[in-house]
């Protein structure tokens, strides 16, 4: 019979709170060696759930709720879900957490911050056409929650005109279930099951109801949108509503804010007037008003909607909000549809009206009939509305005129509200003051390609993305996911690129002689050096693979070759170029590459040479090869050839050499000789072996353009258009993609997986050769682009190019979705139809077609011009269409139907230019208006659309008398809207407002640049001008009036044609040599003058990005150590922003550090330190991942008295059940005597399981058992201590509990126990004064005095408020310094320091950001931990003769010595009594020992924040890793138990790991194959310490993932119940079996076959198991591509577990000592292992179990079993004998159990604890 000896707790630095009496320093500080055996089976613990907590009415306070108090009163309930107490009277939640720093948010998509004008105030703007693609999100990932239970979510938001918009809510109801609740103007109808809600929020339009739900109308108000959460889930689904988990806003919308609370606000009533009138309502807060200009009403400018109104409503009906005038009429019942379209509100039991008098009075009730009862705990009176009556000064029919109306009846419930029925007016744009921000335009995306040349393609380091040109832009596009990053400077094309092997330095080179080189920092994007070269033309570059050297060919001014080297090695050390050698050579040179071995070698060819190049001694030389009798051949390119097993030595090397007639050139470079010649042929000739030396001149070889080379394989690029593989010997072509154009150049990547190709059409892609797909990066025009025209409906964009083609672009992915082209007609002019699928083209032979986007084909041609069309304009309400033509012509056409006709032919209308020019037409907004320049050049001309009668004239020549020049008009362009407003650019370089009707100026602007503006274009909202001015974009503020700023952009190597907004006027475009895609960073309907809205920087000199110039994300160090204030401490306002890091109600993402999690350690002195139990994981206290979790199993709070100076340390694992402080901060003390002996330590956990009230324990730490147990707090202990005396213990209760309580040490029993009447933070004995104690908590410091009568203690009772000074904010906790100070640290991040003789406080200071929640003072030295991660040391030597001046002491001779920033925010610590070092506990789960002296932290103790899902062991049982749901991959070495190697995977949880088989022994093999949950797996080098390949073969998460037995397959499942089998040396997943469909995998196992006799053919047998209760067996060989099914094993699914209410986990594994049986867990009816035979084809043995299995693992060895159960403990089998054992240690369900191959060590998990243990005999285990 076996036992198990526990050699390791694995619990990272768990925070709870402790104490300690007495102890010596030579006691062993660590727990049992063994683990106690359990004599009796487990029997299932009795689940008590989490005590209820009562709610008291939270009042409306005016001024919104106290945002200071509810930060320092957040915290926990047992079961995750956050206490409502901290929450009232209502939450301000993107305040809260912090949504400006997307830390615990995210966003996705086009999501800005802009200021609104209607609310004089930041918003934010969530826009885009995929909602799914455009949102926000609260909290970060799913695995969070927001933890909020307030009754009622209030979501300030404004629906984007004519755009849909979604809001998702996560909701979570009592029992532990999410809800999803969706509203949204995109559904048509009211949709339900069991877990989702689908509600359609309609704007009513007085149509049939078929046609309410659809876009946001034109004029769609802010609106307060007020959703019951308590109600819905009730009348909907029949549940009790817990707390709003998550939320999601998607696009299109602004929002301003959300809003929890209890309270039923009224928004339309102010604090003000609910005062004067005494209204009983609920007015709504400061914090959550809108605005309403004074006198009047509020329902004019906004809308109030509460859902749902009543509780009689069904399901079936929609949310609506009426956007019609009301109408007059008879009052009368409502019919089978009801229409609301008053304004009074509808008592529930009323007949559903229709209110057809605007001024109907009606009697409002003071409050709805209640509801049902939900929650007997909510007993807030609602009430909706007032009486009007009631408001001085205000009619009661205004009232209901402005009131909302919430009808109910006929089982149908409708919101309706007031609106207009007008658009809202433009503010006037003289008193609009704009500050344009700077940069307004940020480049988002180019289309285009190459420029100069299209043969600069390359691939960077990893593969991942491709850098090339875009004329003057350099691009790196991302290849997976498209985004483009840019390298701005380059004033001309740019002629040549080179990247070094590290991806660290890009060299470019422009056209424009002399040709000027810049080298960039890759990473950065900064440009590190500029300078002219010695050429006049660069049309070669290349980098050594160290970056060190930079070779350039071109030439120079008198037509010669030069190449020349220059020295980069110190240009990203500040230093410069360098220029090593340069050389004028006489022949030919058309590539030139630097040798990847050598980086001295080089090597180049051309017409009839090719050259060996050496750099010696400063100088270049080279040497010629001999070509013999293919001397004349015009060579093309050439590549060095890679050895298969990696880089070699030169001589090994061979020079891959390519002609324009087809032949291929292998050359030894070490011997400068020809090894072979070969001819590439179209066909090849019959009898002529393909290796065989041809006769260049027989036939007619594949023009070869470019060549690269992989260890195997070689990519050829051809002018034939064909990408073609050939193995190295050019036997036959192994793969061929065909291109549109002449293949340019070809690029392998450096895995040799893809192959990049260009083509002289502006073609970019790749290859990838596993898949055989080709994928198209980038198209491009090859000439300029003349103009374009978009489209709104599909985000379409149109342009026409000196190329010949018409493209159609997608505006969203800017791929090419059409491509029209002529060979004999250049497209001039295009314009699409607003309404229809048809676009228009006009050409330089004067015809106009219309095309068709449906057929792609031509509609209809007129040919009524005869010139080359200039412009085509479109009216925007689509009637009419305009063509222009270079001989002046002026034809108007009937566009409104499909097939268009010519309306009129005017001739002489324009002037005569041949020039295309788009801006020549313009249409009006209202399309009653077309003006145009001409008849002459010098004057414009406005015209009636319809009938094309003149309407003004205007001489532009008259414009600018001053000028000595005659000034003529360039383009035209009407201002949008009713503002009447002519745009005319002139050619001396002004544009002019004109008055449309009478032809004044009104204003000019001035171009900075000598150009005119051939383009103009102005936003919607008249806030943007822009203007093309040659090679720039100009943008102008235009409302300004006097001085308008502009700014000026670069980015086009030619001049701009055309300067476009998109339809959604989020965006800019402009083309002209390529097309450019600007963003947009002011909105439309945006103000950016508040100063709240971050600003915009520009970064670089010609386009800016955006910076994130948020409070504390600027990143810079901190310019000087922080002093506390000389002046009194400030009161703090109850509006200040929640604190940095403070926990809220959920964890946060790796990123912050920062996570909801309980630490504390004891007195540690490291110098003294015996060896402590290895530890891997720490559990984090909410179940962050996991949702609400109950907590059953208790928390361990270790507080810890020493009386000895060399004492060891240990701590215990908590599970954290109700928080005591909102942050979960736990407290400890620690006290010292130096003549006590003994050691005790005290911890408290927290009530559940099988304890109904909390337990206490009292532990022998140097025997390690427990003596005594306690019990008398109902829920948790917030704290406990010991008095200096060892004689009393105290315990404090949390915020449920509200308990202190007194306990003898002598006789541990209760002395006094104490109601509190407020919640305590902290408490404290006088180190003085045994008899004394100090707690700190909401409002107070109560002083307590034991009195001793005879055998009776009592308490004497003492309270000090807090300090005015310190405003809102609480105490949270307290240390004592010299007699008599003590030292309180506050919610708010102030010290304050008080009297205990005369019980005042006489100083304060800001000593943090943040929650102070530990305070350490020994001598003149004070340590400060708080929520914002700092750890500061402060020197408070004078503090104690400040005592005595009283209230007039100050500050400044307070100062801070050092600060520290750790990983989480600090929850424990303890330092020696110099304060010189000591340890530090954080939420981050981490242990930091801490040297002031040095000013260092070190990590002592780390591990997983959550869930442990697989730990997996190598061969030689060296190491083990862990995988979990924080996303991260942990390597611990077994002898040690430290961690060794991380690899973190952010927002993803690693589900499922494993380690390559025994069959990869040798070190380099050592790998680790890990499962993500977004169906990715990943291929960790153990070696290499990196990620060596990444995989998609599943869609969902994976679930189980598994080696076969040679390593060479990686099999792996899904949540949807797919099996994929997957080669890693390939990358390429090559079968997917679909036979456990529906259900997820389980387990996945694989070992040899070693029996014969099962009747398949095969070398691995392997199973899967999934949670359908079957099991599939399967054997396969998997290098001969073979897998049959042996056998399928279907159970019983086994009844419902009554505890958890979950089906136990489907586990089946592979006997290890016979592996033709098969052990299965969780299959079938009963608690049982059962043992199944694939020989004999049915169960041979049957093991019961006293509770379902949750894990399983099997030992080969000793031939031992383990199982593991919910309740806590585990099973140890010996399938010998017979015998169980059962085992306790766990504090939560054993999810997971490993044996270690040998099977010496056993490793058992629960949530993120993971507990080693020692497989022992029992003569081993008595004898230790």
Not at 126 to 149: H, K
Not at 500 to 527: E, I, K, Y
Not at 622 to 631: H, I, M, N, P, W
Not at 680 to 702: A, C, D, M, R
């Amino acid at each position: 019979m076996r036992v198990l000896r526990r050699t390791t707790s694995a619990e990272a630095g768990s925070a709870s709170c402790s104490a300690m009496a007495g102890g010596s320093g030579s006691g062993s500080g660590a727990r049992p060696a063994r683990c106690r055996l359990v004599s009796r089976p487990g029997s299932p613990g009795s689940e008590v759930p989490p005590a209820s907590l009562t709610i008291r009415r939270a009042e409306a306070r005016p001024a919104g709720g106290g945002e200071g108090a509810r930060r320092a009163a957040q915290d926990r309930c047992s079961g995750g879900v956050p206490s409502a107490a901290w929450q009232h009277p209502f939450l301000n939640v993107f305040k809260h957490f912090r949504v400006d720093e997307w830390k615990r948010s995210s966003k996705e998509g086009d999501v800005a911050v802009v200021t609104d004008k209607v609310l004089k105030s930041a918003v934010y703007r969530i826009r885009g056409s995929v909602s799914a693609s455009n949102y926000i999100q609260l909290p970060r990932t799913s695995t969070q929650s927001l933890g909020l239970t307030g009754r009622y979510l209030y979501v300030l938001f404004r629906p984007l005109p004519t755009k849909h918009f979604v809001i998702h809510l996560d909701v979570s109801t009592e029992d532990g279930q999410v809800i999803r609740v969706s509203f949204s103007n995109l559904f048509k109808e009211f949709k339900s099951s069991a877990t989702w809600l689908q509600f359609p929020f309609v704007f009513e339009t007085k149509t049939p109801r078929r046609d309410l739900a659809g876009v946001a109308p034109p004029n769609a108000r802010w609106t307060c949108l007020q959703l019951d959460l308590r109600d819905i889930l009730m009348f909907y689904l029949s549940r009790h509503y817990g707390h709003l988990k998550s939320i999601r806003l998607c696009a299109s919308l602004l929002v301003r804010n959300l809003y929890t609370s209890d309270v039923c606000f009224d928004p339309a009533v102010t604090i003000t007037e609910a005062r004067r009138a005494k209204l009983p309502v609920n007015p709504v807060p400061r914090e959550m008003a809108f605005p309403v200009p004074k006198g009047e009403s509020w329902h004019d400018h906004y809308i109030h909607v509460r859902f749902p109104s009543d509780v009689s409503k069904a399901p079936y009906e929609q949310v609506e909000k009426r956007h019609s005038p009301p109408e007059t009429g008879h009052v009368s019942r409502c019919l089978s549809h009801p229409k609301v379209f008053g304004k009074p509100l509808q008592s529930s039991r009323s007949p559903v009206v229709q209110i057809s008098s605007p001024i109907l009075p009606c009697k409002v009730p003071s409050a709805p009939r209640l509801l049902p009862d939900v929650s007997l705990t909510y007993k807030h009176p609602e009430v909706s509305s007032v009486a009007a009556s009631s408001i001085p000064g205000r009619h009661p029919s205004s009232w209901d005129e402005t009131t909302d109306a919430h009808a109910v009846g006929g089982g149908r419930h409708v919101l309706a509200n007031k609106s207009s029925g007008v658009p809202m007016a433009l503010e006037d744009l003289g008193s609009c003051k704009l500050f344009l921000p700077d940069p307004v335009l940020r480049l988002k995306g180019v289309i285009g390609f190459g420029g100069h040349s299209t043969q600069w393609a390359l691939w960077t380091k990893d593969g991942m993305a491709v850098v090339y040109p875009c004329h003057a832009v350099i691009i790196v596009l991302q290849v997976d996911t498209r985004q483009q990053r840019f390298f701005l400077g380059h004033t001309d094309k740019v002629s040549a690129l080179a990247l070094d092997g590290n991806d660290t330095l890009l060299a470019s080179a422009q056209v424009q002689p002399p040709s000027m080189v810049r080298l960039w920092d890759f990473q950065t994007g900064g440009c590190l050096s500029l300078f002219r070269s010695p050429l006049h033309t660069i049309c070669s570059l290349s980098f050594s693979g160290s970056g060190a050297l930079l070779c350039g060919v071109g030439k120079d001014r008198h037509g010669r070759t030069v190449v020349v080297a220059w020295g980069t090695d110190q240009v990203g050390l500040g230093g410069e170029v360098a220029v090593l050698a340069k050389v004028h050579t006489d022949f030919d040179i058309q590539t030139f590459r630097i040798a990847f071995f050598d980086e001295t070698r080089m090597a180049s060819c051309g017409r009839g040479s090719v050259r060996l190049w050496r750099l010696r001694g400063g100088a270049l030389r080279s040497c010629a090869v001999d070509l013999g009798e293919y001397c004349a051949l015009e060579l093309t390119d050439l590549a060095f050839a890679r050895a298969l097993d990696g880089p070699w030595a030169p001589s090994g090397g061979i020079l891959f050499v390519c002609s324009h007639s087809g032949h291929i050139l292998e050359i030894d470079h070490q011997r400068m000789a020809v090894q072979h010649i070969r001819r590439l042929l179209p066909t090849q000739s019959p009898g002529v072996p393909l290796t065989e030396k041809q006769n260049f001149s027989l036939g007619s070889g594949i023009a070869i353009s470019s060549l690269s080379v992989s260890p195997a394989t070689c990519a050829v690029g051809s002018e034939d258009g064909y990408l073609r593989l050939w193995p190295l010997d050019f036997s036959s072509v192994l793969l061929e993609a065909d291109h549109d154009g002449p293949v340019s150049s070809v690029s392998f990547s450096p895995d040799g997986l893809r192959v990049l190709s260009t083509t002289t059409l502006g073609h970019l892609g790749f290859l990838d050769v596993p898949s055989r797909e080709y994928t198209v990066l980038a198209r491009s025009h090859m000439a300029p682009v003349l103009a374009l025209s978009t489209e709104q409906n599909r985000g379409q964009m149109a342009t026409v190019s000196l190329d010949h083609t018409v493209r159609i672009w997608d505006l969203t992915t800017l791929q090419q979705l059409y491509d029209f082209s002529s060979s004999e007609e250049t497209p001039s002019a295009v314009a699409f139809h607003p309404t229809l699928p048809n676009f228009f083209c006009g050409f330089s032979s004067g015809a106009v077609r219309s095309f068709s986007l449906e057929n792609s084909g031509v509609l209809v041609e007129h040919t009524r011009h005869r010139g080359a069309i200039t412009s085509l304009v479109i009216t925007p309400d689509g009637r009419f269409l305009f063509s222009s033509c270079s001989q002046g012509s002026l034809v108007q056409y009937n566009c409104a139907v499909s097939r268009c006709c010519v309306l009129r032919v005017a001739a002489n209308m324009l002037c005569q230019d041949g020039r295309p020019n788009p801006n020549i037409l313009a249409v009006s907004g209202d399309s009653c208006r077309l003006a145009f320049v001409g008849p002459s050049k010098c004057m414009v001309t406005v015209v009636e659309s319809a009938s094309l009668d003149k309407l003004l004239h205007v001489d532009v020549s008259t414009l600018n008398l001053a000028s000595n020049h005659l000034d003529w008009a360039v383009a035209v362009c009407f201002s949008p809207g009713d503002s009447g407003h002519l745009l005319v650019s002139t050619s001396s370089n002004k544009v002019v407002v004109l008055d449309a009707v009478s032809g004044h100026t009104i204003r000019k602007f001035s171009s900075v640049r000598s150009r005119a503006c051939s383009s103009l274009a102005l936003s919607e909202d008249a806030c943007l001008l822009l203007a093309a001015t040659g090679r720039t974009i100009t943008v102008w503020d235009y409302p300004t009036q006097a001085n308008p700023s502009c700014q000026v952009y670069i980015g086009h190597s030619e001049p701009v044609r055309v300067v476009a907004f998109t339809p959604d006027q989020q965006q800019v475009l402009s083309v002209g040599d390529a097309i450019f895609l600007w963003d947009v960073l002011v909105t439309p309907e945006s103000d950016q003058s508040e100063p709240g809205v971050p600003a915009v920087h520009e970064a670089g000199s010609s386009v800016g990005q955006l910076e994130d110039l948020a409070s504390g994300a600027s990143g810079l160090p901190r310019q000087q150590v922080p002093i506390p204030s000389q002046a009194s401490p400030p009161p703090l306002s109850i509006h200040d922003r929640p604190l940095e890091g403070s926990a809220g109600t959920f964890s946060i993402s790796d990123e912050e550090g920062l996570c909801e999690e309980n630490h504390d350690v004891s007195e540690a002195f490291l110098q003294a330190q015996a060896p402590t139990p290895p530890v891997l994981v720490e559990r984090e206290a909410s179940g962050a991942g996991d949702g609400p979790r109950e907590t059953a199993k208790g928390s361990w709070a270790p507080a810890v008295v020493h009386h000895s100076q060399t004492s060891e340390w240990s701590l215990r694992r908590v599970k954290t059940g109700l928080p005591t402080r909102p942050d979960s901060y736990k407290h400890f003390t620690a006290r010292y005597k130096a003549s006590t002996r003994v050691k005790v330590l005290a911890s408290a956990s927290c009530s559940g399981g099988t304890a109904a009230r909390c337990q206490i324990r009292i532990w022998d730490v140097p025997k390690g058992i427990c003596q005594h147990l306690l019990s008398h707090h109902d829920t948790a202990v917030q704290a406990l201590t010991f008095s200096p005396d060892d004689e009393f213990l105290v315990t404090l209760g949390d915020y449920a509990d509200l308990t202190l309580a007194l306990w003898s040490m002598a006789t541990y029993e209760l002395l006094s126990s104490t109601r509190l009447p407020e919640p305590v933070h902290s408490v404290a004995f006088n180190p003085w004064d045994a008899n004394e104690l100090i707690c700190v908590g909401t409002s107070a410091i109560t002083f307590w005095l034991l009195q001793h009568h005879g055998t009776d203690t009592s308490f004497q009772v003492h309270r000090e408020p807090v300090p005015e000074e310190l405003g809102a904010s609480e105490l949270t906790s307290l240390c004592y310094g010299a007699s008599p100070l003590l030292y309180c640290g506050s919610s708010s991040g102030q010290v304050c320091v008080w009297d205990t003789g005369t019980g005042r406080c006489f100083l304060a200071w800001e000593a943090d950001e943040g929650e102070i929640g530990v305070l350490l003072c020994s001598g003149s030295r004070l340590v400060s931990g708080s929520n914002t991660r700092r750890l500061r040391l402060w020197a408070v030597g004078v503090v104690p003769e400040l005592r005595h001046k009283g209230s007039s002491a100050r500050s400044s001779s307070v100062f801070m010595e050092r600060e520290l920033t750790l990983d989480g925010a600090v929850v424990s610590a303890s330092f020696d009594s110099g304060m010189d070092m000591g340890v530090v506990g954080t939420t981050a789960g981490t242990l930091w020992y801490i040297s002031w002296t040095e000013g260092t932290s070190t990590r002592l103790i780390s591990g997983h924040r959550s869930k442990v899902n697989e730990v997996v062991f190598s061969p030689s049982e060296s190491h083990c890793a862990t995988c979990g749901e924080d996303g991260s991959v942990r390597v611990w070495s077994l002898a040690s138990m430290e961690l060794v190697i991380q690899f973190q995977v952010l927002n993803q949880s690693c589900l499922c790991l494993a380690w390559t088989p025994p069959s990869c022994g040798r070190p380099e093999q050592q790998q680790v194959v890990a499962g993500y949950s977004d169906g990715t797996l990943r291929v960790f080098s153990i070696s290499r310490t990196a990620m060596e390949l990444k995989m998609h073969p599943h869609r969902t998460a994976l679930t189980a993932i598994a080696f076969s037995t040679d390593g060479q397959t990686i099999l792996s499942g899904d949540k949807d119940g797919l099996v994929a089998i997957s080669r890693p040396c390939t990358g390429m997943t090559f079968r997917v079996l679909s036979d456990h469909r529906g259900a997820p995998i389980s387990a996945i196992q694989s070992t040899s076959k070693e029996y014969g006799d099962l009747g398949v053919e095969g070398a691995d047998l392997w199973l899967a198991a999934s949670g359908d209760q079957r099991v599939s067996i399967w054997a396969s060989d998997w290098l001969q591509d073979r897998c049959e099914l042996l056998e399928w094993l279907s159970f019983p699914a086994p009844a419902t577990s009554e505890t958890l209410g979950l089906l136990p986990p489907s586990l089946a594994a592979f006997c290890p000592w016979d592996s033709a049986i098969l052990v299965c867990v969780g299959l079938g009816a009963h608690e049982e292992v059962v043992f199944y035979s694939l020989r004999q084809k049915q169960v041979v043995q049957k093991t019961p179990l006293p509770f379902f299995a949750m894990s399983l693992s099997l030992s080969a060895g000793a031939q031992l079993m383990v199982v593991g159960f919910a309740e806590c403990m585990l099973r140890l089998l010996d399938c010998v004998s017979g015998t169980a054992q059962d085992f306790e240690g766990h504090d939560d369900s054993v999810h997971l159990c490993r044996f270690t191959p040998s099977g010496r060590l056993l490793f058992t998990a629960a949530h993120n604890e993971i507990l080693v243990w020692e497989v022992t005999s029992p003569e081993l285990l008595l004898g230790t």
